[in-house]
């Protein structure tokens, strides 16, 4: 068992074990959480500059059951874990998946949901996500995120130039625009965001969806290391609202398929 099996491991246990401790825990006032509005559904900004999305929903239904303040802080996505480690903000709830990498520099929750990655190409292009495919072609990607750390590793070696970009909405600016051929990203918030949009009309996701420990098993809210009294107040919140059928009635307003994480 690796290193990184034995820590989801750990932080599923502590899933498992923080209804028992619900009544013992700290109360928890304020939550500050970190947020990236650029990618919906998960978190956008209306034409008046509300904060909108899954994310946003989810994040406030849990500040709802602990009784606490949610105050969301917009940050880069690149940016977040440096600014959670410098105490900018309390928590990170902006679709960031688990992986190895950042269990080095910060802690999870429990897993609260799991989306797939995949690749989003012009309509008939032939694009998969595979080194003979993509050789030669140029692919866009949100800095900090898992579908850049495994472009770098998989692809660019190989041939294929990947572009790094400090937000989602600049990506698809230039995949229309025709500066790139292919965008990877997260296939929910493409599918529900970007594809369901005028100018992802000419678009689809393209070939299968990537699964590797790279992109890791799942999305969790990520927390300075050794936080553990907001930990467990947010783990048990979050197994409160599955109990009473909140996180669903949240998913199916942004989501046709269950994205739940399944025992």
């Not at 498992?16 to 401790?21: I, L, P, Q």
């Amino acid at each position: 068992m690796n290193i990184f099996t034995q820590r989801l491991r750990q932080t599923l246990a502590v899933a498992v074990m923080a209804g028992c401790a619900f009544c013992a825990q700290a109360k928890i006032e304020q939550v500050r959480f970190a947020v990236d509005p650029t990618y919906p559904p998960f978190e956008s900004k209306t034409p008046q500059g509300k904060l909108v999305g899954f994310d946003i929903d989810l994040g406030n239904a849990l500040c709802t059951q602990m009784q606490a303040k949610c105050v969301w802080v917009e940050s880069q996505f690149d940016g977040m874990i440096p600014a959670l480690k410098a105490r900018k903000f309390d928590a990170i709830l902006s679709d960031m998946g688990i992986t190895e990498e950042r269990l080095k520099q910060i802690d999870f929750t429990a897993p609260l949901y799991d989306t797939h990655t995949q690749l989003i190409a012009r309509k008939g292009a032939g694009i998969l996500p595979t080194v003979e495919s993509l050789k030669g072609k140029t692919v866009g990607v949100e800095q900090g995120t898992v579908q850049e750390r495994y472009a770098l590793a998989k692809w660019q070696p190989h041939g294929v130039t990947v572009v790094p970009y400090g937000d989602q909405a600049q990506v698809e600016s230039d995949l229309v625009s025709g500066r790139l051929d292919a965008v990877f990203t997260d296939a929910a918030q493409a599918a529900i965001g970007f594809l369901k949009h005028p100018q992802g009309k000419d678009f689809e996701l393209a070939g299968p969806i990537i699964q590797d420990p790279i992109i890791g098993p799942g999305t969790a809210i990520g927390l300075r290391k050794g936080d553990t009294e907001l930990k467990t107040a947010l783990d048990n919140a979050f197994v409160e609202i599955k109990k009473n059928g909140t996180f669903d009635q949240i998913q199916k307003r942004y989501f046709a398929t269950d994205i739940s994480i399944q025992p």
